[in-house]
């Protein structure tokens, strides 16, 4: 073999290896050359392109409602039939840390699903998402209410997010266990009724539990709440100054401690290694657990494995409190990515998703109830909406307690808070040690944080 | 003349040519390793110096990193509630896993350095494990057995033997992934094979004449020939251990109560969930400075321990 062939070989497979690693890259929009596309669809008075168009839409959620999102999709595509929308979605563990990696890189989605307490953290970080305002004509907001939208979805009187749905706060019960312990099926359930029907059930049956919930559950649907019902006050101020005392915060974890050692929850030796995935426990899905509390948008997926037994509650809530304390929130929001090369189209879809009467009928219940007066209306004539869901929401709604402000939520004080739970749980500490460390921490948080706002 | 020329097939090139040909072979060679030198400068080069330079700031994604000098490296010892809690633990887990995969290693390659039929099967079944190292789906099978009801309590109750809770303290937790650890002494236990194999019959030969024990010939023969070996398996797994990450992530998330909160979990937790670039990378190079601070302390008593056969120094 001579050389000149033994070094264009060389450079052939070089080359071939550098396409195929540049080819790796990310996701292109299509782009081919302008075609006119004769179209005969029933959508709305815009003009639908003529380029075939990719966009990325993301969410995060279980089967079900994966499985009606990529209907909706499909439905779209009858509609719209130039853009194809990709489908991103995965479980709600480590979607936010996804998505940030992605728009710190700027390879995040074109319409992404966002979770209310993050909007503030993306939108001050990394200006992430556009302004709804600007699309005034293609998304048509009539049919929300407007409190609500702009107390959950604006920062700074811009519109960044869309409610997909009213989620509140409540109890998924397994009546056939209540019954099973000899607890009287209206029982009104406040902390201190958890805590003495609730002893009842692992009393009759050692292997069940009351309560199923993990550390992360745990700190977020039984502490802040427990807080902020005996304070009145945010569990952060506006200012970073903490909102509770020493001693509200020992009560709290006394609380705990005390659920834990009656076992009315499952021992943290063997229910916190499920940690946010606390239905995965064997004691969830062979249906030994009474209860949990969880997000309404949640509970039908959850009930899968007792429907016929399943029963909803109000959300714990003391005659004593200063607020409820129940949080009436969006499910989730949809918000266009603000890098996005199709703003308008992306704006197109979102409409569709949150307007349109067919695609409501698709969708369902599987991200809680509708945020509109007209989707609410559809389901309800088509009997979509499990009636627990309604149920919860309706009973709910008046009950709603001071909406969290954006600091409160801030998921790295949620690390404190579980460390502290896990701490007073597992018997490491005592609460008032617990508290101590946890008061300590936000403090120092807090100050890192409040630090990063001045610039 | 002719005997030389059918060498070369043939050719015959010029004085000339023949160093055209050499600078042209050195760059064909130059050519064929370019696709590794890219990767290496992108993929190590790059992010190294990088680190470097984002350590002394307080870089976090999306914002212009601001030069805060040696603040991250102080914040590290002073202000961080869980730095030494990462170092407690994953010394712990160094400290378990190292000696314990080199035991294993060497007794299985003991084991297996025998001329029996299926033994290169044996060989290779006890290696794999070595290569699925640091791989999601194994952490997730590892998690999967030892959970409270997986396949390694079903089988303990199936003899009668009572329920463990293999993932239901920090102890117990770090104890099994730090068998996930051991149980890859596959590429150990292969360099330990080769160094057995490399040590003269006639050493044991000579041994059982002058009425030496099974365990005296292996205390005196067997392990001073193989330190070059245990020398190097030491200085890579205790590399390895130092920056496992994997195997805390998925089979216990860094718990119970931060049990398992390995350094890569911690490093993990404050760039990728905390978005702190600048201290995670001060915490990064506060690993390598840690692994090479070790690393020279195992070779500078090398001196004293491992016995090389030609005399060769390191």
Known sequence: ??????????????????????????????????????????????????????????????????????????????????????????????????????????????????????????????????????????????????????????????????????????????????????????????????????????????????????????????????????????????????????????????????????????????????????????????????????????????????????????????????????????????????????????????????????????????????????????????????????????????????????????TQLDTIMIDAVEKVAYGKSTPEVAADDMIKQFQSKLNELKALTVK | MKFRDNLNCGLNPSPSKKVVKRKFKNYTGLIYILPWIIGFVVFQLYPFIATLFYSFTNYSLGRVPKFIGLKNYIDMFTNDPYFFQAVKVTTIYVMMVVPLKLIFALFIAIILNVKIKFVNFFRTIYYIPSILAGSVTISILWRALFVNDGLVNNLLSFFHIGQIQWLGSSLMALFTISMLGVWQFGSSMVLFLAGLKQIPKELYEAGKVDGASKIRMFRIITIPLLTPIIFFNLIMQMINAFQEFTSAFVVTNGGPMRGTYLFGMKLYEEAFKNFKMGYASSLSWMLFLAIMVFTLLIFKSSSSWVHYEDGGEF
Request: glycine fraction near 4%; charge should be neutral; charged fraction near 20%.
């Open chain 1, 1 to 410: 073999m001579t050389k000149l062939p033994k070094a264009l070989i060389s450079a052939c497979i070089i080359a071939s290896m550098a396409i195929s690693f540049v080819g790796c890259g990310s996701t292109k929009i299509a782009d081919s050359s302008s075609s006119i596309v004769s179209s005969t669809q029933t959508a709305p008075a815009s003009v639908v392109p003529a380029k075939p168009l990719t966009l990325r839409f993301s969410w995060w959620g279980s089967d079900p409602r994966h499985k009606v999102t990529m209907e909706a999709i499909d439905l779209y595509k009858t509609i719209a039939p130039n853009v194809t929308i990709e489908s991103e979605y995965m479980g709600a563990d480590g979607y936010k840390d996804k998505l940030m990696t992605q728009l710190a890189s700027g390879t995040a989605p074109d319409i992404i699903q966002v979770d209310a307490p993050w909007l503030s953290d993306l939108v001050k970080q990394f200006n992430a998402f556009a302004d709804l305002d600007q699309f005034k004509s293609i998304l048509d907001t009539s049919g929300f209410d407007e409190k609500f939208v702009k107390t959950h979805g604006a920062i700074d009187n811009k519109q960044y997010g869309l409610p997909t749905g009213t989620n509140v706060m409540c109890m998924l019960l397994n009546k056939d266990i209540l019954a099973k312990a000899n607890i009287k099926s209206d029982q009104v359930w406040d902390w201190d009724t958890i805590m003495s029907e609730g002893q009842k059930v692992n009393k009759i049956d050692s292997k069940s539990y009351f309560l199923d919930m993990d550390q992360n559950a745990v700190a977020l649907l039984i502490v802040r709440p427990y807080i902020k019902q005996k304070t009145g006050k945010q569990l952060v101020n506006d200012d970073y100054t903490i909102g509770f005392d020493k001693t509200t915060l020992v009560d709290t974890l006394t609380y705990i401690k005390k659920l834990f050692d009656a076992k009315v929850i499952q021992p943290a030796a063997e229910s916190f290694m499920y940690k946010t995935v606390y239905f995965q426990n064997p004691t969830w899905v062979n249906n030994q657990t009474a209860a949990t509390i969880e997000w309404v948008s949640m509970i039908v997926a959850r009930k899968e494995g007792f429907k016929a037994s399943a029963e909803v509650s109000l959300f714990p809530i003391p005659k004593d409190a200063k607020d409820t304390a129940l949080l009436v929130r969006p499910a989730q929001l949809l918000c266009i990515n603000d890098k996005s090369a199709a703003k308008e189209e992306t704006a197109k879809f979102m409409n569709f998703f949150l307007n349109n009467k067919d695609a409501q009928l698709i969708l369902k219940d599987q991200r809680s109830v509708p945020p509109t007066e007209a989707g609410r209306k559809v389901l309800t004539d088509a009997n979509l909406i499990d009636p627990l869901v309604s149920q919860a929401v309706n009973m709910s709604v008046e009950k709603a307690g001071t909406a969290e402000n954006a600091i409160s939520s801030n």
